[in-house]
């Protein structure tokens, strides 16, 4: 069974940093694709960046780059997301998502599995 358990969110002020962890059990971590979404109240999940088993990494969200960064760990089976400057717009759930293909368009359905979310809350 597969397992994917999401950690570091917390509420930072605009200009902070935080850096979430999604650790995957159970799961082919040497041939998967490892992805964050996050979905803000009222709004849609949308994707935030997936990371390539060979550590090649794609950034959905233009807006994003620069900022925040993808980053996996192979002996940890650990992906994480490095948030910089956050601003209050980046307020959200965080949710890790795992499948066998990084998709060229972040869907949910590309994924089909997820982490329960940690929430990230940033105040102005």
């Known amino acids: 069974q597969v397992q994917l358990l999401e950690s570091g969110g917390g509420s930072v002020q605009a200009g902070g940093s935080l850096r979430l962890s999604c650790a995957a059990f159970?799961?082919?971590?040497?041939?998967?694709?490892m992805a964050w979404f996050r979905q803000a109240p009222g709004k849609e999940r949308e994707g935030v960046a997936a990371?390539?088993?060979?550590?090649?990494?794609?950034y959905y969200v233009d807006s994003l780059k620069g900022r925040f960064t993808i980053s996996r760990d192979n002996a940890k089976n650990t992906v994480y997301l490095q948030m910089n400057s956050l601003k209050p717009e980046d307020t959200a759930m965080y949710y890790c998502?795992?499948?066998?293909?990084?998709?060229?368009?972040?869907?949910?359905?590309?994924?089909?599995?997820w982490g329960q979310g940690t929430q990230v809350t940033v105040s102005s």
């Open positions: 998502a795992a499948d066998s293909d990084c998709p060229v368009v972040a869907t949910v359905r590309a994924f089909n599995y």
């Open positions: 159970g799961y082919a971590w040497s041939s998967g694709c």
């Open positions: 990371i390539r088993p060979g550590g090649g990494s794609t």
